[in-house]
């Protein structure tokens, strides 16, 4: 079974401020794809990333960055400078090896971000 | 060039009665996701289809709850006499055919309310 843990439920940070959300998963996969998402207070979901398995390479984009470490089963989210813009929930999400397609995706119960202005 | 459909954006029905949630995929995606979200929880797999079939329903409801995706026209899920625990927010996610190269496209969720 698959199984994802945000240990965080809420973070509270004066906006500026850096700040990581942790993620940690279990697969018995070895093909899986990892996701985070953004659900702002209007409630829509909000794709931020993609990664799968065998890319364990860092990536960045703009402000945001990811740091995923298979040998730990983390792939953390981290937010440099943080704006109030970027309070929101954010989910971690698994995805297996696919069959017949088959691509839902496993939830964490998210990290509740409030970035103080 | 439309994103996943999702209506009505919020529905409100009284204990008893039927709700009919509607998803139209984006253009050229062919599978169809079901996720539940709770409130204050994450979002739970209900269930995947393709066109005329339903591929996994392991997180479905055994019971009121149904999903199609006919051959024409958006996927429904159907939740009939609904209670006040079916209040949640409801996600439809959409993918192209190529497995493995998905980033799960979602609505913007429909909104149920039980009363």
């Known amino acids: 079974a698959q199984k994802v843990t945000q240990a965080q439920t809420e973070i509270s940070v004066v906006e500026k401020e850096d700040v990581t959300l942790d993620c940690v998963y279990e697969t018995r996969d070895t093909t899986y794809y990892l996701f985070w998402y953004k659900q702002p207070p209007s409630g829509e979901l909000v794709f931020l990333i993609r990664?799968?398995?065998?890319?364990?390479q860092n990536e960045i984009s703009g402000r945001y960055s990811w740091n995923f470490q298979k040998s730990t089963s983390s792939f953390n989210f981290t937010i440099t400078a943080s704006q109030v813009v970027d309070s929101a929930v954010y989910f971690c999400?698994?995805?297996?090896?696919?069959?017949?397609?088959?691509?839902?995706?496993?939830f964490g119960t998210g990290t509740r971000l409030t970035i103080i202005p | 060039n439309a994103g996943v459909m999702q209506n009505p954006r919020h529905l409100v029905r009284r204990r008893g009665q039927e709700a009919r949630l509607r998803c139209s995929p984006m253009k050229g995606h062919s599978h169809v996701y079901w996720y539940r979200q709770l409130p204050e929880e994450g979002l739970k797999f209900m269930v995947y289809?393709?066109?005329?079939?339903?591929?996994?329903e392991s997180g479905m409801p055994k019971e009121r709850f149904s999903a199609e995706f006919p051959k024409e026209g958006p996927s429904i899920l159907r939740i009939q006499q609904v209670v006040r625990g079916d209040s949640a927010a409801y996600f439809c996610?959409?993918?192209?055919?190529?497995?493995?190269?998905?980033?799960?496209?979602f609505g913007q969720g429909t909104r149920l309310t039980v009363v």
């Open positions: 289809l393709q066109k005329e079939n339903i591929i996994d």
């Open positions: 999400a698994l995805s297996g090896t696919p069959y017949f397609g088959n691509e839902k995706l496993t």
């Open positions: 996610a959409s993918s192209p055919i190529r497995p493995g190269n998905t980033e799960a496209f």
């Open positions: 990664r799968n398995s065998f890319d364990e």
